[in-house]
């Protein structure tokens, strides 16, 4: 069983920065799952926001955060990250990560993860 929490979430203004946390809990080793994080809005399916390797060499931006969010890892300590820098208002949304067994070096760009976290909610004001 994979446990998946996020955090680092809340209300910035835009042109603003936020850094996410996703501690990963399980009887499996964290370097064992591809990891990525999704976001959600009302109306909208789940997008994919960035994803990384399970070694980390490895990450895939979705075109609306290239050159803003940064995706990174630590395996020794279990946690996924994301930094988001120059927040617009339509960054608005929950953000989910989301764990999935890695079954080569590469970013996982699907929507099929097998593990999910709750979410946390980030909200750009203009």
């Known amino acids: 069983q994979v446990q998946l929490v996020e955090s680092g979430g809340g209300e910035v203004q835009a042109g603003g920065s936020l850094r996410l946390a996703c501690e990963f809990t399980?009887?499996?080793?964290?370097?064992?799952?591809?990891v990525a994080w999704f976001r959600r809005t009302p109306g909208r399916e789940r997008e994919l926001v960035a994803a990384?390797?399970?070694?980390?060499?490895?990450?895939h931006y979705a075109d609306f955060v290239k050159g803003r969010f940064i995706i990174s890892r630590d395996n020794a300590k279990g946690t996924l990250f994301l930094q988001m820098n120059r927040l617009q208002p339509e960054d608005t949304a929950i953000y989910l990560c989301?764990?999935?067994?890695?079954?080569?070096?590469?970013?996982?760009?699907?929507?099929?993860?097998?593990?999910w976290g709750q979410g946390t909610q980030v909200t750009v004001s203009s």
């Open positions: 989301a764990a999935t067994w890695a079954h080569s070096d590469n970013a996982e760009t699907h929507l099929y993860y097998r593990y």
């Open positions: 399980s009887e499996q080793t964290f370097d064992a799952y591809a």
């Open positions: 990384i390797s399970w070694s980390g060499s490895n990450t």
